[in-house]
């Protein structure tokens, strides 16, 4: 009987020594393999369909689609190097422990190319404690062997259902570890639930979430984040008005050393009737990044920000490089933010004119920022400092509806503060603008003002714009009309094909030719009508510059509202006749992003000129006499401290157009009902100041 013991032993042993050893090619077993076909397994091994340690792609994706049940992928001693693999719906897929699966290098070409994908799939498991999903990352931040982009994830579900995820580590992507977005528009992925995985040195995202119902991330580690914006640990940011983050928990997690931030909610493109969200984030922590949470909605106006509650409960931010909580655009009136029992301890040590906690406002923010709550909550700082501030880049917007407890600990004192609007007041003191209603040009047509004058080709328009960016073009019916589309990327941020589009006089819309990045795109057409067209351009994450050396072309914003990156020169624009008051408000990105600017009025004289702007500054003017209308300017030069990266220029009272040149502006005209042109005006009357 010894001996038997003794001859199993060294037989089980030898078999796990044979299982983990290195092998080469193996052939597929071809009996297996239609037994499961034939339904007579409901459990497989991947390496039944083959394996080569040089390429196993189709030994994989044959064992995913056999329609196996269950599917064991063996740790075979080299890793499986696959390219891309799409899921089955109703499958669990075991990845042995020491398993690893691994990209094929120099595969991954297209920009959303992921390792495992599925789309509008259900009923998943993946499980893999002690097994590993890689890719090569450093391979694809090299422009060189490949195209910039940031979708190259290690998982990727659309609009998929019913998803478990376990034990996993998902590294080295081209894009995030784990992406849960949209398949079909209406459908989110839901029902899932992400345990004890670690996403380690992705590209983009440890996780990005950008439609989900009933998820539940628990247990998990998402670190070493770097490569392209965010590069958070977790980013909850939904593309479009009809997705949704409802009743999504983190518990247990812990985000650390991300070059972004540790949790992140982006949430501009909901508005005020998308679902309501609500998230909880609780026993969770963050170390070592940017920030440790960061929330951010729309605020341009009652429909844009997205309603409902997002609640931090016992977590802890600790050693972030900036401010350890910061609330971007989050109007009073918008979703509720909750702290219930959090500490923010050692943030932003080495930036004492930070604070631990933020409060931000972009240009173009139209609501009073606030609607959070802090319960119980602790600032451990061993900086001599308040604990919150307020940079207010949109100016006027104040703070409102900021309640709870903050306790500071410095230096071996603890002092509690009930925090109200008095004391929001005094710690964070914002400035009162002068409101000066914006010029309505909605019906308007646009004519030139010296109509005698010839585009220069020697002021061609080198303004470099974000965002929706539209321009007009003064044409003649009849005649040919050309422009140049100029399409840069910003920073190592993925430059997809801008689409860009043309609206006639009349408002029949043209879509053209997509300009493709890094290169200037030559476009012509032939006019209908005599006016001005306008050109539409969406660059995503780049900019645009739009010139004509033969026509006249305009900065055009129908919000007023112009948003800039790295420009400098002199900006024309109209004043109408009989314009009293108007204002011209420039803001910085941030405190290091800044701009230089001067007013100047119709003899080119200086009226005013700021420095280092980097909160909002109003220019105001009183102009003496304007009674034919005048043509004033706005120069942009470099900031003498910080840098001139993103800024916004800010039209009010004045129409929202600008030119590189004279000759080249244009100003609304409206007819009244009997067919009559006069003078466009504002909208409305001057308002008081705040």
Known sequence: MKAFRMAFFFLFVFGLVLEAAPIGRRPPNDQAVREVAAGKRKE?????????????????????????????????????????????????????????????????????????????KRNITLTGYGATLRMWKQDYDDTNQYTRAEWRHVLNFRSC??????????????????????????????????????????????????????????????????????????????????????????????????????????????????????????????????TSARFITGNENDAAAVKGTVKFINCQFEASKDAGIVIGDKPVH?????????????????????????????????????????????????????????????????????????????????VTHRLDDKLIAAWMPHRSFKQIARFDTEGARFEPILPAAKPDAAHRCKARQRGLCEFLIWAEAGRHASFTVLVRPVGKAASAPTPVSIVSPAGQLTKLKAAPAQQETAYSFDAAETGAHKIICEPGNSTVTV?????????????????????????????????????????????????????CDSAGNKIEEKDNIAQAHQFVANPQDTSQGEIWSLRLDRPSTGVLEDFHVQLQGVPPVLSCSREALLKPVKEDRRGKVRQACACGPTLPGN
Not at 551 to 562: G, I, K, T
Not at 574 to 597: D, H, L, Q, Y
């Open 547 to 599: 010139s004509s050396d033969t026509h006249r072309v305009c900065l055009y914003s129908a919000s007023s509202l112009f948003h800039f990156l790295g420009t400098t020169g002199q900006y024309f624009f109209w004043v109408p006749p009989g314009t009293k008051e108007f204002a011209i408000k420039v803001s910085g990105e941030n405190a290091a992003e800044r701009v230089k600017a001067a007013l």
């Open 44 to 120: 497989a091994r991947a390496s039944w369909w083959g394996f080569d340690p040089a390429d196993s792609t189709a030994a994989l994706q044959a064992a995913i689609n056999s329609g196996a049940k269950k599917l064991v992928v063996e740790n075979m001693g080299a890793p499986w190097i696959v390219d891309r693999i799409q899921l089955a719906s109703d499958q669990e897929i075991v990845f042995q422990r020491g398993a690893v699966v691994q990209a094929r290098r120099g595969a991954f070409k297209g920009k959303t190319d992921s390792l495992f994908s599925a789309s509008l």
């Open 161 to 290: 259902s019913r998803v478990r995820i376990a034990g996993l580590t998902l590294a080295d992507s081209g894009g995030d570890g784990i992406y849960l977005g949209v398949a079909q528009r209406g459908v989110p992925c839901s029902d899932f639930v992400i345990k004890d995985v670690v996403c380690d040195n992705n590209y983009r995202q440890g996780i990005s979430v950008i439609s989900a119902r009933n998820l539940l991330i628990e247990n998990c580690v998402l670190k070493n984040t770097g490569g392209t914006a965010p590069m958070a640990g977790i980013d909850f940011e939904p593309n479009h008005e009809s997705e949704e983050l409802v009743n999504c928990v983190m518990r247990r997690c812990v985000s650390e050393n991300n070059r972004g931030d540790a949790y992140v909610f982006y949430l501009r493109p909901l508005r005020a009737s998308s679902k309501p969200i609500s998230v909880r984030i609780e026993n969770c922590r963050a170390r070592g990044c940017r």
């Open 334 to 414: 918008g979703a509720e933010v909750w702290f219930v029992n959090c500490a923010v301890i050692n943030a932003a040590t080495n930036q004492p004119a930070m604070t631990p906690i933020a409060f931000t406002s972009r240009a173009g923010s139209a609501g009073d920022i606030g609607g959070v709550r802090f319960i119980n909550c602790a600032v451990k700082d061993p900086v001599d400092r308040l604990p919150m501030s307020y940079q207010d880049m949109s100016g006027g917007c104040g703070l409102r509806d900021i309640t709870g407890t903050l306790t500071v600990q410095r230096g071996g004192k603890r």
